[in-house]
């Protein structure tokens, strides 16, 4: 099946959505999916945590035979997927997202968007956009998603991994000093969280939440679990961990290896094992959440699989994406080209 038959124009939603749902969702955990009465199996990469390979291998194996036309069926009322035939076209739309909601606010009513680094390259084309235009922003707000943190202390932007760094030098240190928000409408997270935290509740409108997907099918840092305490046998429920606010996290082992891989050349050393990070319950006063899928972060099967549990609205905390299908508006971008197979292919 060649990309173009994937859809019709480049940026074709495969199916009609958007419609609120949470009066309807229902939380079905993962065990479910068997009549047999089976303990969880342990993590294969980090046995003492909770990750996606303790979930069920009925759902495992389901995500791994969804073909891309398949994964394009997924979307459903409050989750819309979306194929962009190009990374060009695939940044672009998603550059546009902070221009729109920047676009929607005045002084009476601010709007600000929270993005993401990881990925950045939209980071200079929301610059270009702005500059290009001639718009006024300075009314806008942003909201960083997370920062790494250090001996307890987040880290300062000169650090070479900091992620307030990237966002200012790829995205507002380009924009035209005159027209481009003030500092204090800048809201980076910090490991005292209480600054952040209360920028949420300040009455500035989030239109919608960024991000991308890690390899432990996270949004920002919201990382499964260690098995621990009273999570030793099983994983928070969803009702608890749609309680966590902007917090410092321990991050697991696999998230640890993809930002050395993403981010620091392979140089496992040189990533930090904490960082602070928005929580669902900042997650949830956004109107919209949109992840963006360019292959570079997740991999084929990481990327069909919270689809489908979204979409399915299968929610369990091993997989903390999983928890987005409780989000009224969900939509997942995907680059065709970086949505793969799951093929068994030597290399």
Aim: glycine fraction near 8%; hydrophobic fraction near 40%.
């Amino acid at each position: 099946m060649g990309n173009r038959a994937l859809s019709a124009s480049t940026t074709e939603t495969l199916a009609t959505g958007g419609a609120r749902a949470e009066d309807s969702v229902t939380v079905r955990p993962v065990q479910s999916m068997s009549t047999a009465k089976t303990e969880r199996r342990p993590s294969c990469v980090a046995p003492d945590w909770w990750d996606y390979t303790t979930i069920h291998p009925d759902l495992v194996a389901e995500a791994a035979s969804l073909t891309a036309r398949a994964v394009g069926k997924l979307s459903r009322p409050g989750f819309r997927v979306h194929f962009h035939d190009t990374l060009e076209d695939f940044y672009t739309a998603e550059a546009l997202e902070y221009v729109s909601a920047w676009k929607e606010s005045t002084e009476d009513n601010p709007v600000g968007i929270c993005g993401p680094i990881g990925p950045t390259e939209q980071l200079p084309l929301v610059a270009r956009i702005v500059n290009a235009l001639g718009l006024d922003v300075r009314s806008g707000h942003f909201w960083g998603m997370d920062e790494w943190v250090v001996d307890g202390a987040s880290v300062p932007a000169t650090h070479p991994l900091s992620f307030e760094k990237a966002d200012r030098e790829l995205c507002f240190d380009r924009i035209d000093r005159k027209k481009v928000m003030p500092d204090a409408h800048l809201h980076f997270p910090a490991a005292d969280t209480r600054a952040y935290r209360a920028s949420w509740e300040s009455g500035v409108r989030c239109a919608v939440m960024q991000g991308g997907q890690g390899d432990v099918k996270h949004w920002a840092f919201n990382d499964p679990f260690r098995r621990a305490g009273k999570h030793r046998n099983a994983p928070p429920t969803p009702e608890e961990y749609l309680k966590l606010q902007t917090r410092v996290v321990d991050l697991h082992p696999l998230t640890i290896a993809q930002n050395a891989r993403t981010s620091g050349g392979g140089n496992i050393s040189l990533v930090p094992t904490q960082a602070v990070t928005v929580g669902p319950v900042e997650t949830w006063k956004a109107d919209r959440v949109s992840i963006w899928h360019a292959g570079n972060h997740d991999n084929p099967f990481g990327q069909r699989l919270t689809a489908l549990m979204i979409s399915k609205r299968i929610v369990d905390t091993a997989v903390p994406m999983s928890l987005l299908g409780l989000h009224h508006d969900v939509h997942f971008h995907y680059f065709v080209g970086g949505l793969g197979n799951c093929a068994v292919e030597m290399h």
